[in-house]
């Protein structure tokens, strides 16, 4: 089981909040014990859903088929157990948990589509908005296929209280939940692969408290413009590697939240949408704490920000060891960006304070490509009490993608080297160490014993 020494209460809340929702929606909780696998296994079984009921005509309600393929393999004594979604069916499914741990790896081979109930009149009423398809204390699984998930999530994105969808393109209130498509809680040894993912109301896929996740080859895509719609989140999660996979939407492509250590993120290509992001972090002054993370031979194009770094004022903690490598920017509004007074709303909540989540060891290798002028092509906007320091800078070549205005950086408060003469040149970034770190009491982050 995941030791989770490193989560804040926030997680705490959390694990409180997936616990009542399995007793809402009688999820069964399994308390097998799992067994050692390989996929050189010498037991294996499969189970096809159309097996246990499943019509898969894409009205008839099939989760109680599913809910008992599951069970069946999950109670299975073989190493190896394979429940098939079978190609050419669409099964409706409502919002469900899928519990562990199971005797022996458990594979979820989507070959046909599955679909949830068609936007918020068609929700269960006794369920949660929040969640569609959780994978819950799965210990060895893997989640495949040449099929799709598709989140139907037009009617979600229209919902008044979205993002520019009131009257005059305000934001209305109102009720706003809105199921993310899948989400891993506290699972290890998980795999996502050969896949396609659309259309989620809300997040795409999340994983949250879990260890050990290969995410590789998957498709995953939203309009432009549809709210809140990231492609992949992580939180509170280590030992997690993203490769080979599209992703285009209307938020982040990735997201990394706080309590994740050693990611590895690596050929993706992402946009349009808004880049590849760490944070937001620190909000209600919370601490967060990240570290170890690489986003390495990847493409961005035509999206808001390239990778970012987003705080809120009054946090804690730190964000130190990220590398951003190899990554080709196209069209990019701002390519490379810290932004330690990122807000949302206007007013108390955004004002200056004394104290913030540490920007610090950041480096920025061989980033080439072209920006949008309406913004600087870098922008290390930092705190006033809590400066960034290590930024290095080197072989970065940005250049206009219209017109022949080169736009300056941007740095306020930024403490950094430039290893190599970069395109732009950047002279906003300051010597040295600030004295106002070495002196600041800010508590060490511990990941896990």
């Known amino acids: 089981m995941l030791r989770m020494k490193y989560c804040h209460i926030s997680a705490l809340v959390l694990c409180m909040f997936f616990l009542s929702l399995i007793l809402s929606i009688q999820a069964r909780h399994h308390s097998h014990k799992r067994q050692r696998h390989s996929h050189s296994h010498k037991s294996s079984r499969t189970f096809d859903v159309t097996k246990f009921g499943a019509i898969g005509d894409g009205i008839t309600d099939d989760t109680e088929s599913f809910k008992m393929a599951w069970d069946t393999a999950c109670e299975s004594e073989s190493e190896f157990n394979v429940i098939i979604v079978p190609k050419g069916f669409s099964f409706l499914i409502q919002p469900t948990i899928f519990t562990g741990p199971c005797h022996g790896y458990l594979v979820l081979k989507v070959d046909g589509t599955i679909m949830p109930p068609d936007g918020p009149d068609s929700w269960p009423k006794n369920n949660t908005k929040r969640l569609w398809l959780v994978f819950y204390r799965i210990n060895g699984m893997s989640l495949e296929g040449g099929g799709l998930i598709d989140g139907r999530g037009d009617k979600w994105w229209e919902l008044p209280c979205k993002p520019h969808r009131g009257p005059n393109g305000t934001t209305a209130p109102g009720p706003c939940d809105s199921p993310m498509a899948i989400n ?5 040894n998980l795999t996502v692969q050969e896949l396609r993912v659309r259309d989620s109301p809300q997040i795409h896929l999340r994983f949250d408290a879990c260890r050990s996740v290969h995410i590789e080859s998957i498709h995953i895509k939203a309009p432009r413009l549809s709210p809140n719609t990231d492609g992949i989140h992580i939180e509170n999660s280590t030992d997690v590697k993203i490769y080979n996979t599209v992703i285009s939407n ?19 290509t992402c946009g349009p949408g808004h880049g590849i992001s760490i944070g937001s972090l620190g909000k209600y002054n919370s601490r967060a704490c990240v570290s170890n993370i690489k986003v390495r031979d990847s493409v961005i194009q035509m999206t808001d920000n390239g990778v970012r770094i987003k705080t809120w004022q009054g946090g804690s903690g730190y964000v130190s060891g990220i590398t951003f490598s190899n990554i080709h920017m196209y069209n990019v509004r701002n390519p490379m960006i810290i932004d330690q007074f990122y807000c949302l709303k206007e007013g108390e909540v955004c004002r200056n304070k004394t104290s913030a989540v540490v920007v610090s060891d950041i480096l920025y290798r061989n980033i080439k490509g072209t920006y949008d002028i309406r913004s600087p092509p870098m922008r290390f906007a930092c705190s006033d009490s809590v400066p960034c320091t290590n930024l290095t800078l080197s072989d970065i070549e940005l250049l206009p993608d219209q017109g022949d205005m080169v736009v300056d950086p941007f740095c306020w408060n930024a403490y950094g080297d430039l290893r190599t003469q970069t395109i732009p040149p950047v002279f906003c970034l300051l010597d040295g160490f600030p004295q106002s770190i070495l002196h600041n009491d800010i508590a060490h982050c511990t990941r896990y014993s």
């Open 184 to 188: 891993f809680f506290m699972g290890s």
């Open 250 to 268: 209307g938020d982040d492509c990735v997201s990394i939240g706080t309590g994740c250590y050693d990611v590895d993120i690596k050929n993706i």
